[in-house]
Nanobody, 121 residues
């Protein structure tokens, strides 16, 4: 069984920064990509970023490109999402997920419980 635990969410003013962390435990992650998704109230879950484990390849949603950075510490089984220049439209629950290197939520096998990010204007 795989367990993912997010942390680092909170309330921040527009233009500010937050860093989310995702701690993984359980099975080896050598074959898993790690993604971040978010879901705002009344909206579908949307892709934010993904990073591979074996080769450092990343993909970002257009809405966060240039502002967010995904990274990982393979030895510690940690994944980070550095969020800069935050906007009110970034407000959502952010989820960490493990699965295929994909933008599609259905390609991910394991999910964390989510962490709330609120950006005030």
């Amino acid at each position: 069984q795989v367990r993912l635990v997010e942390s680092g969410g909170g309330l921040v003013q527009a233009g500010g920064s937050l860093r989310l962390s995702c701690a993984a435990s359980g099975r080896t992650f050598s074959s898993y990509a790690m993604g971040w998704f978010r879901q705002a109230p009344g909206k579908e879950r949307e892709f934010v970023a993904v990073i591979s484990w074996s080769v450092v390849t990343t993909i970002y949603a257009d809405s966060v490109k240039g502002r967010f950075t995904i990274s990982r510490d393979s030895a510690k089984k940690l994944v980070y999402l550095q969020m800069n220049s935050l906007k009110p439209e970034d407000t959502a629950v952010y989820y960490c997920a493990a699965g295929a290197f994909s933008r599609t939520p259905y390609d991910y096998d394991y999910w964390g419980q989510g962490t709330q990010v609120t950006v005030s204007s």
